[in-house]
Structures are given as C-alpha cells and as structure tokens.
C-alpha cells in the first residue's frame, strides 16, 4: 500500500479523522516553507497538501491568489517544489505530502518526467484542478507506475454519474469541494455537506475529504464529524500574509490554529 493511502486506512483503523493543510510553495518566502511544513505537523497535521505556483490559479479566492503571487515573486517553480518536498523527507519519511495545482508546468516537463522525479522527492498524491479525470488516464497510469496516488475533485452540483467517473480515478482519497466558487468562499453548510457524503459514500468506499469553507474549529469539527477529515487552505494562509515579515510569529501562529483545529476534530 502506498504512503497516501496506508495514511489514511491507519487514522480509520484508529477511529481517528483526518486533518489535511494547504500551503503555497515559496509563501512568504522560499525558506519559509520546509519548517511551515514540519510546524504543520508537529501540530496535528496528517496530510500536507504543497501548492504549486502558478500564474493563473482559476479555483483559487483572492486570499490564496496572492500566496501564488507571493511565490511567483521568488521566481518559485515546480522544480522548487519537489526541491522542498525532498528537503522535508530528509527527516519525514511518513507524512503524505500532496502536490496541489494545475496541469501547465507538468505538461511543460512531460509526465514521464515529472512523475519519475515526483517520486524522487517523496511525493505521495497530486491534485490537478483543471485536469478532468474524463482525460485523466495516460496521467494517472504514470503516476501510479511511480506509486503517486491521484485525487480528483466532487462538487455540490456533481451528479451521481460523474460521481463514478471520479471516484474511480481517484486514489487514495476523493476531495469534495463543499461551496459553489472558489477557495475561502462562502459559509460551509454542513447540512448539505452531510447530505452530499451520504450521496457519495454510496458510490465509493474511499476516504471523502471536505474542503473550502472550513475555516476555524467549530467548521473543522462539524466537518470531521460527517467526513473522513477535513482539508484547510485559505485560514492557514492568511495567517502567512498577515506575518510574511516576521517568520517566528508565522511559525507560531500557524502552530496555534493548527493545534486547536487539530483538538476540535478530535
């Protein structure tokens, strides 16, 4: 069983919820990034999801387009990011590390490419946001050759048919995108989130992660208490744009939230 999924079969078998954090490679800074991952994890953190910059970030709110801004300033690339991944499994070698984006900068490498050095870096699962699982199968059979898990994307307008179709290409976990919008959108309706996994859950028996929309503990917890855990993004990093110039108070901060999102799920 490969790191992604045997993550999330050990967390069921302890009857334990997931906890999933976002961050943009290279926000604030390049050298920011390797011990925010490790923070995040030291404070509860079960599977980081690593943005990858990109220029045009079409599912992304405001809060989250200016992190890709933000790296894009350092000149952050794809490369980067599996240069980051690779530094951070110098001393984790069993925290799932998810790379999050677009198909661009991977199809500018080729996939043989990226995956054969995805892999190298420790990389456990991708999440292509404009890369439908409908046109998905020459991606993911690459991917899988190098033991990288795709997950792919369930929304509150996704019928039962597409449904199927994407949670059978995805691996490891299926994301289901709780708003109609973009990332830090909105007021999570956990009614309709409980409703939407009841759907699901009878199309697949794979984890079902809910994301956007979950913003403090209270969210975190109604979240985990209908889903297999919950994903957070745009609360982490606004606390890194509001501390971009200060570094240990970043560090700090994001500690904080993460520990008490962290004992809201649990």
Do not use: W
């Amino acid at each position: 069983m490969v790191q992604l999924s045997k993550t999330l079969t050990d967390l069921s078998s302890a009857n334990k919820k997931a906890l999933v954090a976002y961050i943009v490679a290279g926000d604030p800074t390049p050298e920011t990034t390797v011990p925010l991952m490790h923070t995040l994890v030291e404070a509860g953190v079960d599977v980081i999801e690593l943005g990858m910059p990109f220029s045009d970030p079409e599912a992304e709110g405001p809060v989250i387009q200016l992190a890709h801004e933000r790296a894009l300033a350092h000149n952050v690339s794809l490369r980067h990011c599996l240069e980051m991944a690779t530094e951070f499994r110098k001393s984790n070698s069993s925290t799932p590390i998810v790379l999050m984006g677009y198909l661009n900068p991977i199809e500018f490498i080729g996939y043989q490419q990226f995956a054969k050095q995805a892999e190298a870096a420790g990389i456990s699962g991708t999440i292509i946001v404009n890369l439908p699982p409908e046109e998905s199968g020459e991606m993911d059979s690459v991917l899988e050759a190098h033991n990288i898990e795709p997950v792919y994307l369930l929304a509150p307008t996704t019928t039962d048919e597409r449904a199927e179709i994407v949670c059978r290409a995805s691996r490891g976990f299926v994301y289901y995108v709780s708003l109609k919008g973009t990332t830090g959108a909105s007021t999570l309706d956990i009614d309709d989130v409980s409703e939407k996994m009841a759907r699901f859950r009878k199309i697949s028996s794979l984890p079902i992660m809910v994301g956007f929309g979950v913003k403090d503990g209270a969210s975190a917890k109604a979240v985990a208490g209908v889903a297999d855990g919950a994903v957070v993004g745009s609360a982490i990093v606004k606390l890194m744009e509001e501390h971009r110039d200060n570094p240990e108070l970043l560090q700090q901060s994001v500690k904080q939230f993460v520990g008490e999102l962290r004992a809201a799920i649990d």
